[in-house]
């Protein structure tokens, strides 16, 4: 029976050690802390209690990796944190302004605390085919008919000459929806060696198509095809410019 006392206070010394001696650094957690150390600091796996509360993992005193905040008033968030901030996946559960029952859960990714949305990044491209060197995505705000506008970049070369003969651009022959739609096409496919632009018009989202480009050269008459998948998540105007070494 006393050697279970004595290790039982062994135990409770050791914790008071570690709250004493191990900085939390976020000063709403600043007052208990037990869990692991390194080098004088909350650093590992632990609880800290202050005016809030966090449960998790450490990194130099902050909480960093994964683990769940609770405000003194209830609210929580459960995710991913980087020196003391919501980043990356987490749910923030938070009571609504002027009610006592309500509750607001926002899930997805976060950003130095900012809520960016459901996904990471709000488009995702997916190249199927050798010779597509880049694809870039930009975007603008949403109005009343979004558009996606697909320019086609030839990165070998344009203009002709005596010695080397034209290159044509990528033409896009074929697009393969699989989520959304859109009601217009419309083709710009100039003669000379200017780049070849697609815009669809009236887009509804989120939308996902497999786009397919035909290449072909004088030097080599066999016409090639690429292929890029396109998965875009919010109503926007979006700026797809897709580079093709011909």
């Not at 609504?96 to 509750?103: K, V």
């Not at 997805?108 to 060197?133: C, D, F, M, Q």
């Not at 290159?167 to 074929?174: F, G, R, T």
């Not at 050269?217 to 979006?238: C, H, Y």
Request: glycine share 10%; aromatic share 10%.
């Amino acid at each position: 029976m006393k050697y279970y006392i004595i290790l039982l206070l062994t135990l409770l010394l050791s914790q008071i050690s570690k709250s004493q001696n191990c900085l939390v650094k976020d000063n709403n957690l600043k007052g208990e802390y037990i869990g692991e150390c390194r080098n004088g600091k909350a650093h590992g796996k632990g609880t800290a209690k202050g005016i809030d509360t966090y449960t998790g993992e450490f990194v130099d005193g902050y909480p960093e990796g994964e683990g769940i905040y609770t405000w003194k008033n209830g609210d929580h968030y459960d995710g991913s944190w980087k020196k003391g901030y919501f980043q990356g996946k987490g749910t923030l559960t938070k009571k609504a302004e002027n009610s006592n029952d309500s509750l607001i859960v926002l899930s997805g990714y976060w950003e130095h605390v900012k809520y960016i949305g459901k996904r990471a990044k709000p488009y995702e491209t997916t190249i199927l085919s050798n010779n597509i060197s880049n694809v870039s995505v930009k975007s603008q705000p949403e109005t009343d008919h979004c558009s996606i506008l697909i320019i086609v970049k030839n990165m070998t070369g344009g203009g002709s000459s005596l010695s080397t003969p034209h290159l044509s651009n990528p033409k896009l022959v074929d697009i393969q929806v699989t989520q959304g739609r859109f009601l217009q096409r419309i083709n710009d496919e100039p003669l000379s060696g200017e780049l070849n632009k697609y815009i669809l018009r009236d887009v509804t989202f989120p939308f996902s198509a497999t786009l397919s480009f035909e290449t072909s050269n004088p030097g080599n008459p066999i016409a090639t095809s690429e292929r890029v998948v396109i998965d875009l998540f919010e109503s926007k105007n979006w700026y797809i410019t897709i580079s093709i070494d011909n």
